[in-house]
């Protein structure tokens, strides 16, 4: 039996970074269930998610929070909702070299919102297309007038996703009054 205190969801585009953050912060083997891609026209990656990844982190207050991956690809939309029950929230990530982030972004936020409206948005890759504006995604933010907090992150980088972590759950806190 799975016993954690928090569980948390990476949702978003395929090759956003979702498997890599869960590695990132991981304290045991991440579970997974990659297969060979065969979507290459969304994206060249070898491997992708088609279930679920699973990991398991526990901060420095001894809180237990259990880190689950979706499936990028809509065609496994069907399965975000299971993996979503119980989750303090999301958090969404988006490919920033993807052709049209900014729908995808669309599309994600949309999806999970209905779960709850925990969300954090992190985009990655922004190394990779130095020349986009990353003003983009605030703009999308205020037009939409969404107040989700917004990241540029490095998925392998493990004080990166241990931020989208901490603030995911101090929004949960603030809400419930659970700080002191």
Request: charged residues 20%; contains cysteine; hydrophobic residues 40%.
């Amino acid at each position: 039996m799975i016993l954690h205190q928090y569980k948390i969801v990476f949702g978003g585009t395929m090759g956003s970074g979702k498997s890599t953050a869960i590695q990132t912060l991981s304290e045991i083997e991440v579970l997974s269930t990659e297969a060979l891609n065969t979507d290459t026209e969304s994206h060249e990656k070898l491997l992708t998610t088609v279930g679920i990844d699973y990991g398991e982190l526990t901060l420095e207050d001894r809180v237990k929070v259990g880190l689950y991956g979706t499936p990028g690809q809509d065609r496994f939309d069907f399965i975000w909702a299971v993996i979503c029950k119980g989750a303090i929230g999301t958090i969404v990530m988006i490919d920033h070299t993807a052709e049209n982030p900014l729908i995808d972004l669309e599309q994600y936020v949309q999806a999970f919102q209905p779960f709850g409206n925990n969300i954090v948005i992190a985009v990655t890759h922004i190394d990779r297309k130095p020349e986009r504006t990353l003003s983009i995604y605030r703009d999308w933010l205020k037009t939409r007038e969404l107040n989700y907090p917004l990241f540029f992150v490095d998925a392998r980088q493990q004080d990166d996703v241990l931020l989208l972590v901490e603030t995911l759950i101090a929004s949960v806190e603030v809400h419930y009054g659970l700080v002191n």
